[in-house]
């Protein structure tokens, strides 16, 4: 049996809506101790995320004294970002997502490889939130019984080898 983000997912969606102020946008963040939100339109589908990076970007942009016509597309958005005073307009888009049924694998690919703290978990019908993922909640895969693990065969992708998982 391979491990699903509903098995190991949080069922608390942290969200707030397009229009929140930047204040609110903290607020969820130190509430829930994390260190990012989904930004959700009016049908709570998730639309992007506010991350501690971007809220970052409104003090580190201090610094620099306004847009270069020499800045490229990156730094242009970053520094549109840091003025920004609601959600919509502090968050990156689009918000990358999982489903209850992805593979704990493939979460952890995402996270890896977009460098991703937490993912917004939707219903794959509605698109509609129905929790969070955290990096923690992904490791919870290694507390599981030595004779569960040793039990399970993880089936290398593109090849025909099978492995048996090591116990920690």
Do not use: W
Not at 21 to 29: S, T, W
Not at 75 to 101: D, F, I, N, S, Y
Not at 132 to 152: C, G, I, M, N, S
Request: hydrophobic share 45%; aromatic share 2%; proline share 7%.
């Amino acid at each position: 049996m391979r491990t699903r983000v509903r098995d190991v997912m949080g069922r608390v969606a942290i969200a707030v809506p397009l229009n929140a102020p930047f204040a609110e946008v903290i607020a969820v963040m130190r509430r829930f101790a994390v260190g990012a939100v989904a930004v959700v339109d009016a049908g709570r589908r998730p639309v992007g995320v506010v991350s501690q990076d971007d809220l970052l970007l409104k003090e580190a942009d201090r610094v620099r004294h306004g847009v270069s016509v020499c800045d490229g597309r990156g730094r242009r958005q970053e520094h549109r970002k840091a003025a920004g005073a609601v959600a919509a307009e502090l968050m990156t888009a689009p918000a990358v997502t999982v489903t209850p049924g992805t593979p704990v694998r493939e979460a952890a690919r995402l996270m890896h490889e977009r460098r991703l703290r937490q993912l917004p978990v939707i219903d794959p019908v509605t698109g509609r939130m129905v929790g969070t993922v955290h990096q923690v909640d992904l490791l919870k895969v290694f507390t599981r019984p030595p004779e569960r693990l040793r039990a399970e065969e993880v089936t290398c992708a593109g090849d025909d080898v099978s492995v048996a998982p090591v116990a920690y």
